[in-house]
């Protein structure tokens, strides 16, 4: 089993930057790729950005260009810092770990609140 904990979320105004963070425990973080994904109330679920062991990143067009998604394998930690908010990128934000062959693991999301 792997743990995921999210924090870094909050409520920001038009324009502004957060960074979240997720720490990964319990298993090997360095072999999973890491995924951030978001919720808007009313909404699907939807992929946000993505990286895997190999650090290649990939992202969303509604976020390419304002978010950054990085990992530092010797703190069991991915990142998302995010610029140039929107009041659309209001949502929570969860990460998720996986590894080809396993079932993957969700973290309890942080809340990003964007808005004047």
């Known amino acids: 089993q792997m743990q995921l904990v999210e924090s870094g979320g909050g409520s920001v105004q038009p324009g502004g930057s957060l960074r979240l963070s997720c720490a990964a425990s319990g298993k090997i973080f360095s072999l999973y790729d890491m995924d951030w994904y978001r919720q808007a109330p009313g909404k699907q679920r939807e992929l946000v950005a993505v990286?895997?062991?190999?650090?290649?990143?990939t992202y969303a067009e509604f976020v390419k260009g304002r978010f950054a998604i990085s990992r530092d394998n010797t703190k069991n930690t991915v990142y998302l810092q995010m610029n140039s908010l929107k009041p659309e990128d209001t949502a929570i934000y969860y990460c998720?770990?996986?590894?080809?062959?396993?079932?993957?693991?969700w973290g309890q999301g942080t809340q990003v609140t964007v808005s004047s």
């Open positions: 998720y770990a996986r590894v080809l062959g396993m079932d993957g693991f």
């Open positions: 990286i895997t062991s190999g650090a290649t990143t």
